[in-house]
């Protein structure tokens, strides 16, 4: 409603991406969505501002991240909304250095950093701090080429004067965004045994064979609610399987 997308398949993989953060931690694997501006004025911020609503336990949207907030947001399970990458890459090169090197281990199951902490007693300890967790990166410019290929690329587009959308307005949808947020958290809760059965079955799919092995890694979990949606839909719908599985191929430039 509130997004212009040339392309329909895109709010499409969203929308799953959004329901896996309800059920990832049963995932090896979960993607990160990097939504990519070529310009300013696409819609980037508004899409991570309803991304924030709409995800489990999400942040608000961060700029300036550092890396120790990074992996401590991470642990307790929330789901990252990084903006503004580019800018920390010229800002500070360690600390972008850092945070790439936990983007590059955050987006599997047991993906940890080990860090020393000082207890009360004034004693230090190394502490391994999980930064498994979805996460939604946005920026202008490339990402480390580690970081890119652990993604799933957004292209936004400014639309034109005759491409209309709805203005999305907060303080008059909050009833509407609560409700979904209530109703996608409970299909998460009845759902997620369903959906891992699927997931845990998927040796390999068929039309994602010509792909590389760490893009099936995180298309899998997509496949695995696209499938499990499919079977829930009434006799004469269309499902949503074959949408993902196209995008899936063009994203990986098959």
């Given at each position: ?82 903006d503004e990458l580019e800018n920390l890459r010229g800002e500070d090169k360690d600390k972008y250095g850092a945070v790439m090197s936990i983007l590059n281990a ?149």
């Amino acid at each position: 409603k509130h997004l212009y997308y040339k392309d329909k398949r895109y709010p499409l993989l969203i929308a799953t991406w959004v329901l896996g953060t309800y059920v990832y931690p049963s995932f090896k694997y979960y993607g990160y969505l990097w939504v990519n501006s070529p310009a300013r004025r696409c819609g980037k911020s508004l899409l991570l501002d309803i991304l924030t609503h709409l995800c489990f336990n999400a942040t608000s949207r961060l700029s300036n991240v550092t890396e120790a907030s990074i992996f401590r947001l991470a642990d307790t399970g929330k789901t990252l909304i990084i903006d503004e990458l580019e800018n920390l890459r010229g800002e500070d090169k360690d600390k972008y250095g850092a945070v790439m090197s936990i983007l590059n281990a955050g987006f599997q199951s047991d993906g940890k950093v080990p860090r020393v902490e000082k207890s009360k007693k004034g004693e230090f300890r190394v502490v391994d701090f999980n930064v498994f967790c979805p996460k939604v990166l946005a920026g202008i410019n490339r990402l480390a080429d580690t970081v890119e290929d652990r993604c799933f690329k957004i292209p936004m587009t400014r639309k034109t004067k005759n491409e209309k959308v709805q203005r999305f307005n907060f303080k008059r949808q909050a009833g509407e965004i609560e409700e979904l947020r209530e109703q996608i958290h409970a299909w998460g809760q009845s759902k997620e045994g369903h959906i891992i059965e699927i997931y845990n079955a998927i040796d390999e799919v068929e039309k994602l064979a010509s792909l590389d092995d760490r893009f099936k890694d995180i298309s899998e979990p997509l496949v695995a609610i696209a499938c499990y949606a499919d079977a829930e839909i009434d006799r004469g719908e269309v499902g949503i399987l074959p949408d993902i599985i196209s995008l899936l191929l063009d994203m990986a430039g098959k």
